[in-house]
C-alpha cells in the first residue's frame, strides 16, 4: 500500500497532459497537488487507527492488504464497509473523496468481463484478473471514463453527424486498437494514475465499435485532460482550516487517436455487455453515493446546526423541523444503500451486485435533495453567507477589528469562530467548489431522470397492477 | 394455533360492551364481523402455504408453531420477517391488517418489564412471560390502548384539571388495582380479546398513578367501547369484490372503574419505565409501518398504473414520473425498515430492538407522503372517482348500459373491468375508509411531528457540529 | 329575481330523470333538494344587506336588477366581483356554490358566438342574446356540461370505434338538430333549470357534427340524469350544523337522441369556433376558482386555526408555519384572479376576458395545494377526525357523556364546541363531500396538467430564450 | 436627470472609503465601475424610447421629469409602473437592477415621516420634503442601510451587551447627532451617492437612541463600506456577453462616531414610528422583489428553455412540466404584486402603500422558490455547467477547437452558441454571484420567515376561525 507521497511523486513524474488556466502543466501545478488532498487522504488515513478498519482490508485474489478503493466486493458486508468508509472520509474532506470512481468502475468490470466470457468465450475476465492484480500491487488511483460528448440527443452513437460523439475504435490493429471521441465530467482524472473508460449508454448491434472498454494510464500519448477548476473561497493563511483543503478540477478528457493495447482491453465490440457495463458502473456508483451523499449531508447538517447554535435558535420548532429534516433525508439515503448491500447478489464472477431498486431510491432520493439541503443550510444562516467580508479584510489591520466586532453573535463564543462558522457556510453557498458539489449532488453517478428510468425498468409494476386487479375483482384482461 | 372459525365464536361469546350506531350490541354484529376479515385472514393464512413462511413461527419459550403475531422477536431476522409479512398482509386485504398491535405491545412490554425488575427488583417480567405463554397459547387478538385523551395538551398528566384525562389508578387493592380513564384511536379493539394498556408519554416522578400497564381481556367489566366506523363504498353483490372486505372499527376505550388482577399487572408506579415503554411500543409500530405502509403503497401504485394503463397513458412521461415517486416513496420507507432491522440491538430481555433512527425516518417520510400518494392517484385517475355512479345505478336495468357504455376507454378491457377499476380509486379517494386509513397514515403510530421528537432526542446532532468546527478550523468553544 | 322558493316550485314541476339509489326520481327528492341549499343561497343572499353588493347587478341587455350569476361582464371590475361574490359565497357554504357553471358557460358563449358570426357570418350571437334575455328575465341556473366520456384517449372524436363517446349531432332536421353521446362530471345538474352544452376540446375540419353549443331545459326529452352524491357525515337534530347543508349530486348526463331546436343552438358545425368555446369557459371557469378556492381555503384554515386554539398550539412555532402557508396558498390563488381580472381584455362581443395566463396560474397553483391544504388540517388537528364517534354515540344517553367528556381539551371551551369543531374537521377530511371537493379541488375546472397546457401554449418562451441568449452573447441562430 | 457619465464622475470624486482586496480604494477601482453597471444602465435607459415608459415619469412635487427610482409613489399605477420597471431592468442587467434601494427607501420615509409629525407634532417631513427635492434634482442613489449586525438574537437592542450592536445615537448636539453601529448586507453601497439608515425592527418604548432614521452622503468621515465582492465567471475578451456585466458589491457599513446634521435626520427618539418605518421599507422592497424575482425568473426560465432546445428535450413532458412550472413561480409573484398595487391605500402623507397581504405572499413564493428554480436550470443543463472548461481552455490554440467539438450538440447551432449558452448557464449555477443571487432571492428584503411573520401578524385569523364556527354551529366561545 502506497503512501501519499508515493503516490504524489508518482503523478510528479507523468507526462505533462493536463490543461489549465490556458496552459499544458504538469501534475506538481500548485492547484493539482490542492485538489489532489481528497486523494491523498485516502492513503493517508489507510494506517491510521481510527479509518483503517475502513480503509485497509484483504485481496480475495492476492490474500494480501489492500487499500479498500482497490477492492472487488465479495460480501454483503464488504458493500456495507464501503458505504461506511465512503460517508467517514466525505466527512473528513468535506466534500467528495473522489476515488470512488476507480473502485467502482473495477466493481463493474469484474461482473461484466465474466458475463461477457460466459456469453462469447472471449477471456476478458482472464485478462482483467492480471490488471487487477496490477492495479491492487500498486495500489492505483483510476478515474472513471463514462459520460461521452453525446451530440445530438435525439440521435444514437451510430446516427451522429460527427462519429467521434461517443467514444469509439477507428483501427483495430494485431496488438490493440486505436480509439478516439471525448468523455466529460471525469472527476478528478487530472490526478489519477489511470483512466477506466466504458460506454454510457446501451447499444445497438451494429454499434460495435463503440463496445469498447478499457484501462491506461492517464498521460498515455493522445489523451488530453482539459480542466476545470473549483475551489473554496480564499483564505489568508492565519485562517486556514481543513475545509479549505477541498478542491475539485474535472477534465473534459479528450482521447485524440490513442492507442489501447490488447492487454488492457476488457471489452470490444460486445454490444449488449457494453449496455450491461454501462448499467453495473452507474449501480455501483450509485450505490457509493447512498454513502458519500450522508457524508457530505453531515456536513450540511452540522454547519446549519452550528450556526443556529451561534444564531440562539437551535431549539426553536423552526430550527429542530428543519434539521431532522436534513436528518430524515442522509439517513433515508443511507437506508437504501443499507438495504441494498444486505439485498444484493452474487454475480458469476463471485462479485456482489448491491439491489437495483434500493440503490436507486437512494441516489434518487439524495438527487432530489441537494437544493433543499442547501436551501435549508441558508434559510438557518441568513444573509450572511453572501455578504461576510473575505480574509482580506478581515486581516486588514484598518478594518479587520470592524470585521470581527460586528460578525459577533452570542456571548461564550469567540469573534474567531463566528467568522469561521460563517466562512464554512459562505465555501458551502457561494464558493464555487459548494456550487460545484451542489451540481454534481444532482447529476453525479446518474441524473434524478435516470435512476427513475433504472427503477421503472426493474421494479415489478405489472404485479402491482395485479394486485389492484384482484382487489377490485377483475379478472386477467 | 386457532382458526378464524374459532377466533369469530370466541367473540360471539364475549359480553357485548361495543356502541355501535347509538346501541349496545354484541360482537356478532354484521359490522363487527365485516371489519374483523382483517384479523380473519391472520388466522386462514397462517396454513396457507404461500403465507405460512411469514406467518407461522416458533415460540421461543414453548417451541411450538405459533403465529408471528404472538411472537416475541429474537433475531433480526424476526425483524425483517414481521416487516415482509406486514407487507404482504397489507396486500392482500388491501389495507391494515391492524393487528400488529398487539404484537407491537406484547414486544414493547418484554423489554420494559425485563428492564423494570433489573432497576427495582420487581417481577413483572415472570408475570408477562405467564401472560404471554397464554397468549401464544389461544393465538389471542390483542388491541393496543395508548392514547390516553390528554385533555390540556400544555398541562401534564398530574396537571389536569380532570384527572381522569390520563387513565390513571383510582383505588390499590391488595390482588390488584381499579383504574379509570380512555384511550382513544384504538383500532379493531371491538374485534379483539385483549386489550393491552400502557403510558402514552414520559411522565413526572409525582405522577406514580399513571405509570400502569396491564392486559385485561376486551369485554371486562367497567370497559366501553365506543365505536366509530369507516366502511368502502356500497357495491352491489354481482360487483363483490376483495376491497370491499375492507373495513375498519375505531374505538374510544372508557376504563369505567375497572378492576385489573395484579397477575395482569406489567407496570405499576414505575414512572421512568412508563416512558421508557410508551417509547417502546411506538418504536416496534413505527418499525411495523415500515412494512405496512409499503404494502398500501403497493396498493395505491397498481391502481395509479391500472388506471393509466386503461387511460393509455401508462408510457408518458409524467405517467412515469408519478410512478417512480410512488415506488421510491414505499421502497424507502421499506428499506428504513430493513435497515433498522439490520442494525437492531438485543435488549436485556433477549428481545431485538429496531434501530430508533432508521425505524423513525422510515415512519417519518411514510407520513409525509401519504397525501401526495392519494394526491398522484387523484391526478391520474381524473374526476371520475369522485362522480362515478354507484353500483345501485350500474345495476339498474333502465339506465345501467348507459353507465357501462360511457365509462368505457380502451377497446380490449371489458366495460365491467373499466368500471371495477375506477370504483376501486372511488374507494380509496372519496370512500370513508379510504379517507380513514389516510389520516392513520399520517397520524398512526405517531404524528409526523412525534418523529421528529424521537429523531431529534436520539440523533447525534452535537457530533456533526463537531464536525463542522473541525472543517472550519474551530476548536472546541 | 326568483326566490329560492320558486326555484324549487319549479324544480318540483319538472319531468322527473334522475336516477338515485337504483330509482329515477323527481326533483323534490330529499337528497336533491338537499344537495339544492348551495344554489337556494345564491336566490335567498341576493335581498341580504351584506350581500346584495355582490350578488345583485344591473343588466347590460336590459338595464333590469338581476343576479350576478346570469351577468355577462362589461369590466374588468365585474370580474373582480365575480371573484369577490365566489369566495363570499363558499365560505357562507363551506364548500363549492355551484351556480358559476352557468355563469361561466354564458359569458364563454357570448364571445364564442360573436366570433363565429364575423367569422362565418351566422347568427348565432342574435340567437343567444335571446337567450340571455329569458335566462335573466328567469334568473334560471344553467348547468355546465362539457367534459366528454372521450373513449380512448389516444384517439380523436372523429377516430373513436363507438361515435357516441363524444356528444354530436346524429340527424339534422329543418327545426334543429337530434343529439346523442353523455357528458361527465355534470356537477349540481341535477337541480339546474338548464343545460348548456358545449365541446370539451378542439376539434379537426372533418368533426363538424362534434361542433355542437346549446342550451335545453334539464328535464328534456331523452335526458337521463345518472346521480352520484356525496354529503356530510350524519349528524343527530340537535348537532345540526351549517356544514350539513353542504351536499353534491354530480350527473352523468346522457343525451339519447334528444332535439334541439334551432333557437336554442349556439353552433353548429364551426370547428374552429368549438375549440375556441372549449377554452373560453374553461378560462372562465379558472378565473372562478381564483374566487372559489380561496374560499374554500377560508373554510380549512379556520377549521385548522380553531383546532389549534382548541388544542392550545395556536402559537407554536410549527401551527404559525402551517397557517402562513395556507394563508398564502388561497392568496396567491386569489391575487392571480385579480390579476387576471386587471389585465382582461375586451372582447368583440363587448365581454371582458380574462387574462390567460393569470387565471391558469392561479388555478393551477390551487390545484396543486388541494392535497396538502387537506394534509395541513390532518395535521393539525391530530387522528381525531378519522375516529371521532358520530352523533348516534354522543346523542347516545348511556355513554353520551363519555364521548364528550374525553373529547374535550381546554378549559374554557365547551364539551359540545369541542365535539362540534371535531365534527367539523371529520366531515372535510373523511366525509364523502369533503373527500368529492378534493378531487373536485384537483380537476374541476380542469386538472393541474390542462393548466399546463393553457400556459404552455400562451406563454412568450421564445421571447425568453431570446433573452437567454441576449444575455449569453449568441446572435439569433 | 443625470447621464451614467455624470454618475460616475460624481463616484470618483468621492472620499475613498471603500475597503475591498485589504486595500482602502477609491470608487474609480475597476471592481467597483463593473459592479456599478447596474446603476449604469438605470440613468442610460431612461432616455432609451423603449425603456423611458418605465424610466421616465413626472415629480408630484416639482413637476420635472425625474427617474422613478427618484419617485414617491401617488397612485396604485405608479405601483405597477415600478414593478413592470424593475423586471424589465432585472431582465436587462441579467440579474438584481439594485437601485430600487433608494426607491423603496424614500416611499418608506415619506409616510413615516408625517406619521411621526401627526402623532408628535415634528416636522421631519417638511425636512424629509426638502431632502426629497434635492435627491430628485440631482438623480442621486441612495443605498439602504437597514439590517444592524444585531449580535446576539435573543436580546433586544438595549439588551446587547455591545450596545453598538444596533446602530444608535451616541452623542447629541445642537446641530445633530453622532451615531455608531454597523449596518450588513448594504447591496451597491460603494457605488450609491447617499445613504439611507433606519431601524431594522420594532423598538420599545426605552430605546430612543435606536429609533433614528438618516440620510448622509456614503462617504461621510467615519463611513467605512467594507465589501465583499461576486462576479461572473471570467471569460476572454472574446466571448464577452451582456451577462458579463453583471457583478455585486455588498457592504458592512461601518458608523464610527458618524456626525448627521439636523436638515439629515428624519426620525429622531420616536421609537413606534422607528418599528413603522422598518416595516414600511420592508413592505415597498417586497413589493419590489414582486417584480424582480419574476425578471430573475425570466433570466432562468430562458436559459432553461434555451438548453432544453439545444439539448433537444424542449417538447419533452418532463421539460414542459418544468418549464410551465417556472412561468408559474415568476407569475405568480407578479400577479401578487399587481394585486398589491391594486388594493394599495393612500397614507396621509399621500403616498400609496401596497396591500400588506399580497406583498409579502408574493414575496414569500419567491423565497421559497429560488433553489427550486435553479434546480430546473441545473436538471435540465445537466452536469456541463459545473464541468465546462472555461473561456481560458476554450482560446487555447492547442485545445480549443476540441473544446468547442464536444461542447455541441445540435446541427444547425454553431459550436459557439452551444459554448454560450452553457457559459450562461454555468455563470447563475456556478459563479459568485449566481451564488449570490439565489442566497438573495431567499433573504433579501426579509427573510420567508420574516414574511410569515407579517402575514400573521396582518392577516384576519380571527375571522376565519369564526367562519370555522359558523359552519360548525357554534356559538362564540
Not at 112 to 140: C, I, P, S, V
Not at 221 to 233: D, K, P, T
Not at 400 to 425: P, Q
Request: aromatic fraction near 8%; charge should be negative.
Amino acid at each position: 500500500m502506497r503512501t501519499s507521497q508515493e503516490y504524489l511523486e508518482k503523478l510528479a513524474s507523468m507526462r505533462p497532459n493536463v490543461y489549465l488556466e490556458g496552459k499544458c502543466v504538469g501534475r506538481d501545478h500548485p492547484k493539482v497537488l490542492h485538489a489532489s488532498q481528497a486523494i491523498q487522504l485516502t492513503f493517508d488515513l489507510a494506517n491510521d487507527p481510527h479509518y483503517e478498519k475502513w480503509l485497509k482490508t484483504t485481496s480475495h485474489i492476492s490474500g494480501k492488504p489492500i487499500n479498500r478503493f482497490c477492492h472487488i466486493h465479495q460480501t454483503p458486508e464488504d458493500l456495507l464497509m464501503k458505504q461506511e468508509m465512503t460517508r467517514v472520509l466525505c466527512n473528513r474532506i468535506g466534500g467528495c473523496i473522489q476515488r470512488c470512481m476507480g473502485a467502482d468502475s473495477m466493481n463493474g468490470l469484474s461482473v461484466a468481463t465474466k458475463n461477457a466470457d460466459l456469453k462469447y468465450g472471449t477471456n476478458y475476465h482472464e485478462r482483467w484478473l492480471k490488471y487487477l492484480e496490477y492495479f491492487q500491487e500498486n495500489d492505483l488511483v483510476g478515474a472513471a471514463a463514462q459520460t461521452d460528448a453525446k451530440g445530438d440527443r435525439s440521435k444514437r452513437p451510430g446516427e451522429q453527424d460527427d462519429p467521434d460523439m461517443y467514444l469509439h475504435v477507428v483501427e483495430r490493429r494485431e496488438d490493440g486498437v486505436v480509439v478516439r471521441g471525448a468523455k466529460l465530467h471525469n472527476t478528478m482524472a487530472p490526478y489519477a494514475d489511470e483512466i477506466l473508460a466504458f460506454p454510457t449508454r446501451a447499444l445497438g448491434k451494429d454499434e460495435k465499435d463503440y463496445a469498447i472498454a478499457f484501462a491506461i494510464p492517464a498521460d498515455t500519448e493522445g489523451v488530453h485532460l482539459i480542466v476545470r477548476e473549483a475551489f473554496s473561497l480564499e483564505r489568508a493563511d492565519n485562517l486556514s482550516a481543513p475545509y479549505t483543503k477541498l478542491g475539485d478540477l474535472e477534465s473534459m478528457t479528450v482521447f485524440d487517436n490513442v492507442f489501447v493495447p490488447n492487454e488492457r482491453i476488457f471489452l470490444n465490440g460486445e454490444t449488449d455487455i457494453g449496455g450491461q457495463l454501462a448499467l453495473l458502473f452507474a449501480l455501483y456508483h450509485r450505490h457509493s453515493y447512498c454513502g458519500c451523499k450522508p457524508g457530505i449531508g453531515d456536513v450540511i447538517l452540522g454547519t446549519t446546526a452550528l450556526l443556529a447554535d451561534y444564531n440562539g435558535v437551535e431549539k426553536t420548532g423552526h430550527t429542530r423541523a428543519q434539521l431532522a429534516e436534513l436528518i430524515s433525508v442522509a439517513e433515508l439515503v443511507f437506508a437504501a444503500g443499507i438495504a441494498a448491500s444486505i439485498k444484493s447478489t452474487k454475480a458469476p464472477s463471485g462479485t456482489m451486485v448491491p439491489n437495483v431498486i434500493y440503490a436507486n431510491v437512494g441516489r434518487r432520493h439524495a438527487g432530489h435533495h441537494m437544493y433543499s439541503e442547501y436551501e435549508t443550510l441558508c434559510d438557518i444562516a441568513g444573509g450572511l453567507p453572501a455578504t461576510l467580508p473575505l480574509s482580506s479584510e478581515y486581516n486588514n489591520p484598518e478594518i479587520g477589528d470592524f470585521v470581527r466586532k460586528y460578525t459577533k453573535r452570542r456571548t461564550g463564543i469567540s469573534e474567531e469562530n463566528h467568522y469561521r462558522a460563517y466562512h464554512l457556510a459562505s465555501d458551502i453557498l457561494t464558493g464555487e467548489v459548494g456550487a460545484a458539489l451542489l451540481v454534481a449532488g444532482v447529476h453525479g453517478g446518474g441524473s434524478p431522470i435516470m435512476e427513475d428510468i433504472a427503477i421503472m425498468g426493474s421494479y415489478d409494476i405489472k404485479g402491482k397492477k395485479k394486485l389492484a386487479k384482484y382487489l377490485a375483482g377483475i379478472e386477467e384482461d
